[in-house]
C-alpha cells in the first residue's frame, strides 16, 4: 500500500458518508412509533365493539335469550302456588310463581348473597333463603330483608297454547 493511500481519511474512504446517521435513525424511530401507533389505534377500533360486549356480558348487563324451556301446562299451576325448574342449564335453578290468575313470575333462585336456595312461602306470600334469613320481593325480585344486595335474576316468560315457557334471563344492572 503506498503512503497516499495510508492518508485517505476515514471519511473519505467508506460510500457511507453522505449519510447522516443521527437522521437516519430519528426517521427509524419516527417511522416506527408511526407505525405502532397506527397499529393500536387499529387494534382499539378493531376490538372496541367485541371488548364494549365482553364488558356487558361480565357486567351482567345483557339479557340472555336461550332455547325456549317449558315450564308446565297453565291448568298444573294453581294461583299462589310455585314450581321448581332448571333454566338456562340443569344446574341453573329457578323458581316460577303464579302470583294472580293472569301473572306469573320466575327467578334463578340462587341467593344472591352466598347462592343458598330461595324458597317461595306460600303462606306468608315471600320468598325467602333460610340460610341467613334473606328475604326477596316475589313481585321484582329485589331483596328485602337480609345480607343479599342484589335481586335474583328474572326469568321472562312467555305463555304459549295453554303452557308457560322460560325464554330470556334478565341481568340486573350493577
Ligand atoms: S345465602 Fe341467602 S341470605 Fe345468605
Redesign the pocket.
Known sequence: MTEWQNKISANDDNYTHNINTNNERQLDRRGFMKTMAGAAGLFAVSSLPWGAIAAKELMGLSDKEYPHHKIAELKDVSVGSSIDFHFPTEHDSAIMIRLKEDKFVAYQNA?T????P?YWIKEEKEMV?P????KFDPTNGTPTA???RRPLPEIALKVKEGAIYAVRVKRYEA
Do not use: Q, S, Y
Not at 348473597?113 to 343458598?116: D, K
Not at 340460610?131 to 334473606?134: A, E, I, P, R, T
Open positions: 341467593c348473597h352466598l347462592r343458598c330461595v333463603c340460610c341467613h334469613h334473606g337480609g345480607p343479599p
